[in-house]
């Protein structure tokens, strides 16, 4: 069985960074897909950022893009969000998942019900 841990989480400024880690256990690390999603009071769960561990290739959403950074770690079975130039609209909840070995374009795509392992979660909160 899979395991997720979030951590990393807090308060910062606009302008801030953070990083964020998801420690894995009983995780195979070929054919799969982690990612980061996030959400907010009101609103639906959205994917943040996937790697495609097949390839190491990444994907982001257009709202991240050039501010974040996702990037695994097979020795540590962990995978990292490093978020930078923060604004007060990520401020969120933020979920690692994974996937039951996806195609690369489901991956990119980062919908909800592609995903069948989540953790608890770690806030994310920018004020102004």
């Known amino acids: 069985q899979i395991q997720l841990v979030e951590s990393g989480g807090g308060s910062v400024q606009t302008g801030g960074s953070l990083r964020l880690t998801c420690r894995t256990t009983?995780?195979?690390?070929?054919?799969?897909?982690l990612a980061w999603f996030r959400q907010s009071p009101g609103k639906e769960r959205e994917g943040v950022a996937a790697v495609y561990t097949g390839g190491d290739v990444t994907y982001y959403a257009d709202s991240v893009k050039g501010r974040f950074t996702i990037s695994p770690d097979n020795d540590k079975n962990a995978v990292y969000l490093q978020m930078n130039s923060l604004k007060p609209e990520d401020t969120a909840m933020y979920y690692c998942?994974?996937?039951?070995?996806?195609?690369?374009?489901?991956?990119?795509?980062?919908?909800?019900?592609?995903?069948?392992?989540w953790g608890q979660g770690t806030q994310v909160t920018v004020s102004s």
């Open positions: 998942a994974t996937s039951k070995n996806i195609a690369s374009i489901l991956c990119a795509l980062m919908e909800v019900p592609d995903f069948g392992n």
């Open positions: 009983g995780y195979m690390y070929s054919n799969n897909c």
